[in-house]
């Protein structure tokens, strides 16, 4: 049997589970797997300007391609607990990677070793597995284990912490006889498909909630073909939208307090049972649980067993993968179809598309004011992006109204950080979804306080040759805490905005603060400010261009009015409108009732 290195062991293991690029940052106690890497070649590197940020590319490296598992990558102490917030992000959506620490020696284990924290117990409960391998010959094991749990049952991030000396010792491997786990993922049973099915049967008006689950599965083809063979609308929630295309008669909108459609929240209203695949009941889609589940029933269908009832007690529930479970409803649904058991939804769907394609509940968006509202640059995305654009999108009220005013059309084009929301996952998140693929159409969507979080690792984009349009809807303020604000009536410690001595007094953005097409060109990229409506298209052709020739990330800052109070509100039924809504087509002609 050959001898190695420890840290080389790991390395073949680590091409041999697939992995063919990592982020990070090197450093003393990680710098044996470096070596170890340079010397075998096959695994890409990209250097990360904050550890945090490899952690947030690692994740939209996992997203954006079924079956990827993003790697990241720091030393000792504080590179493990800046990954933190990556971690616990790819936690709390159910998003494996893989998180590599280096540690101090052994023998200097809780010793006052320089950077030694046991980053293991901090990691734990942001972790399906967080282990410091003590043993250099359990390393090969700790790594093919770590690839094993993160692809079994629920999705998950794992940590392996690796003191230096445990590196660096010699053991024997053979990777030639090395072969991946199988993963584990439950399955949904005939019988209780057939139950689930009859249940939907005798509903009056059921529909689907498609969950991220289903994303996670690679399961959307499944998920239309079940709505269409039981003839039922689909309410997507935030991680699940894309699972089943926008403009589809089936697709009824999306429900919640705030990533919502007016017509989709209507429809789960008017609902009396709901099918959940995949998704989690969160509360920004349910509101509170006696609104949400008053007079109707529910099934659950997860993947995690404790999942189910943990929000609250559902009539049927089912452990299982959406996958598996999506193909046996569908086998039971054809047989029942077949003998003519599945009853006539043409009624209800049609209610639910006569509420998709009404001008009642469409808010407006075609504004002209200068600055501008957040709505129109919205109604200007649709109007100049492709319907295989992939959106890359975390928290605030850029993400909220980028809810309710885009389209998306197949699973995987809307990469959004839905549970954790941490500020700054969107640009390193997008240079992650163009690793994964680097010829997909990549449009980040931020806020100017998501911007200037991790703004650095635009130049990681510069460096690495990694292109995409980045538009900045700036307002010069933390929107949605400003509007949180409003229910203790305050305006406090919310507003970004300075004169910056260092702009021309007539430039309107000046009073705005940070120079972020300054900022951008700084750190090698490109970037262009509009101030108007009719400039965003042009601005959107500029970009295309700078990204053909340069090769590197493009930012369009869009000037925002400084106060606009997007929709939103406590229960499904009790949602604010705090601007207009459309009185004809003209008021938002890039929804899809207009559309279509």
Not at 135 to 154: C, I, K, N, W
Not at 329 to 344: E, H, N
Not at 437 to 452: E, N, T
Request: with cysteine.
């Amino acid at each position: 049997m050959a001898k190695m290195k420890a840290i080389e062991a790991a390395v073949r293991v680590l091409e041999k589970e697939g992995v063919s690029v990592a982020f990070g940052v090197p450093g003393a106690a990680i710098n044996p797997l470096y070596a170890a890497m340079k010397e075998h070649g096959g695994i890409g590197h990209i250097l990360a300007r904050h550890v945090e940020g490899a952690s947030h590319m690692a994740e939209g490296y996992t997203r954006a391609v079924a079956g990827n598992i993003g790697v990241c990558i720091g030393t000792s102490g504080p590179a493990g607990t800046d990954m933190i917030t990556g971690l616990y992000s790819a936690s709390a959506d159910s998003i494996p990677i893989l998180c590599i620490t280096g540690q101090a020696p052994r023998a200097r284990l809780h010793k006052e070793d320089f950077q030694a924290v046991d980053i293991a117990s901090i990691a734990k409960t942001v972790t399906k597995w967080a282990t410091t391998v003590l043993e250099p010959a359990q390393v090969p094991g700790a790594f093919q284990q770590a690839f094993h749990l993160m692809r079994s049952g629920r999705p998950g991030p794992v940590l392996i912490d690796l003191p230096i000396d445990v590196q660096l010792a010699e053991i024997e491997f053979d990777i030639d006889t090395y072969e991946p786990l199988p993963a584990y993922q439950p399955a949904a049973t005939r019988k209780q498909a057939e139950k689930a099915i009859a249940m939907l049967n005798a509903a009056e008006r059921p529909l689907i909630v498609s969950g991220g689950g289903v994303i996670n599965a690679d399961a959307a083809d499944l998920l239309v073909e079940l709505a269409e063979t039981l003839d039922l609308p689909v309410i997507p929630t935030l991680m699940g939208w894309g699972s089943i295309p926008d403009d589809h008669p089936l697709m009824a909108g999306m429900c919640g307090l705030q990533t919502s459609h007016r017509y989709g929240n209507a429809s789960m209203l008017a609902s009396d049972f709901v099918l959940g695949v995949g998704n989690r009941w969160a509360n920004r889609h349910t509101g509170s649980v006696d609104v949400y589940t008053r007079g109707r029933k529910f099934i659950h269908v997860d993947i995690e067993p404790t999942q189910i009832g943990r929000v609250f007690a559902p009539d049927f529930g089912i452990v299982s993968d959406a996958k598996a479970a999506l193909e046996q409803f569908i086998a039971v649904a054809k047989d029942w179809k077949a003998a003519g058991k599945l009853r006539d939804r043409s009624a209800w769907v049609a209610d639910c598309q006569g509420r998709k394609n009404s001008i009642d509940y469409l808010r407006k968006t075609n504004f002209d004011n200068v600055p501008m509202k957040p709505q129109r640059i919205y109604q200007c995305m649709n109007q100049t992006v492709d319907r295989d654009t992939t959106y890359v999108s975390t928290i605030g009220l850029s993400q909220i109204a980028g809810a309710q005013f885009l389209h998306v059309y197949q699973p995987r084009r809307w990469i959004n950080c839905g549970q954790a929301g941490p500020l700054g996952w969107t640009t390193p998140a997008a240079l992650g979804v163009r690793v994964a693929d680097p010829q997909r159409k990549i449009v980040a969507l931020s806020g100017d306080y998501d911007f200037q979080f991790m703004i650095e690792e635009l130049a990681v984009g510069a460096q690495f040759k990694l292109p995409y349009i980045h538009v900045l809807v700036n307002n010069s303020y933390l929107g949605l805490i400003r509007q949180a604000q409003r229910s203790f009536s305050i305006d406090y410690c919310v507003q970004l905005a300075f004169d910056n001595i260092n702009m021309d007094a007539d430039d309107a953005a000046r009073g705005y603060g940070v120079d972020h097409v300054k900022v951008v060109e700084g750190l090698g990229c490109k970037a262009i400010r509009v101030h108007r409506p009719e400039d965003f298209a042009p601005a959107m052709q500029q970009a295309e261009a700078w990204m053909a020739e340069h090769r590197t990330p493009v930012v369009i800052e869009c000037i925002l009015e400084r106060v606009t109070n997007i929709a939103m509100g406590t229960e499904i039924d009790n949602i604010v409108e705090f601007e207009g809504l459309a009185a004809d087509k003209a008021d938002a002609p890039s929804a899809l009732a207009v559309l279509s």
